[in-house]
């Protein structure tokens, strides 16, 4: 008894499942190769890699800084990360982790009165006077200048 005969189907049900599996073998086909071509914009494979990166930098920001790092836990080279970053979020990988990793710092200096050493040791930084740089560069002003600014005003 051959396997058509065992599940009883009909000729147009066999048209109708054959059809869908043509479906699914061309999706499927579309997908790899947008894989296969990185340089597709906003490719499943792009946001894949994005989204697998935003959430190791969720994961992991507090303790990694360098985006070679990331890279390496995710299996991907740097510069493959950095053009689906960009392609998927429209920032490099660099400024997305540095937003992180600010946002955390505004949130700490302002709902917290732990001192500017404390958080900058909880966000990973070895040296305040490092973090104090970096938080500089990317808000435009030190730290302390922030929470004074800041004090009492909830984080958008």
Same mark, same amino acid.
């Given at each position: 008894?051959?396997?058509?005969?065992?599940? @009883?189907?009909?000729?147009? !049900? %066999?048209?109708?499942?054959?059809?869908?599996? $043509?479906?699914?073998?061309?999706?499927? +086909?579309?997908?790899?190769?947008?894989?296969?071509?990185?340089t597709a914009e906003?490719?499943?494979?792009?946001?894949?890699?994005?989204?697998?990166?935003?959430?190791?930098?969720?994961? @992991?920001?507090?303790?990694? !800084? %360098?985006?070679?790092?990331?890279?390496?836990? $995710?299996?991907?080279?740097?510069?493959? +990360?950095?053009?689906?970053?960009?392609?998927?979020?429209?920032?490099?990988?660099?400024?997305?982790?540095?937003?992180?990793?600010?946002?955390?710092?505004?949130?700490?200096?302002?709902?917290?009165?732990?001192?500017?050493?404390?958080?900058?040791?909880?966000?990973?930084?070895?040296?305040?006077?490092?973090?104090?740089?970096?938080?500089?560069?990317?808000?435009?002003?030190?730290?302390?200048?922030?929470?004074?600014?800041?004090?009492?005003?909830?984080?958008?």
């Amino acid at each position: 008894m051959s396997f058509d005969d065992q599940l @009883d189907i009909t000729s147009s !049900h %066999k048209s109708f499942l054959l059809r869908n599996q $043509l479906y699914t073998l061309i999706a499927r +086909l579309a997908i790899a190769h947008s894989c296969a071509d990185d340089t597709a914009e906003h490719s499943p494979c792009h946001l894949n890699r994005f989204n697998r990166f935003r959430q190791a930098v969720e994961k @992991d920001f507090r303790k990694l !800084h %360098k985006i070679g790092e990331y890279a390496r836990i $995710l299996g991907y080279s740097e510069k493959t +990360l950095t053009r689906s970053i960009l392609s998927s979020a429209g920032v490099s990988p660099k400024s997305f982790l540095s937003q992180r990793i600010v946002l955390e710092a505004k949130r700490l200096l302002i709902h917290t009165t732990q001192t500017v050493s404390a958080i900058a040791h909880q966000i990973g930084f070895d040296e305040p006077s490092n973090f104090i740089k970096f938080f500089k560069r990317e808000t435009g002003c030190a730290p302390t200048e922030f929470r004074r600014l800041n004090s009492g005003l909830e984080i958008r």
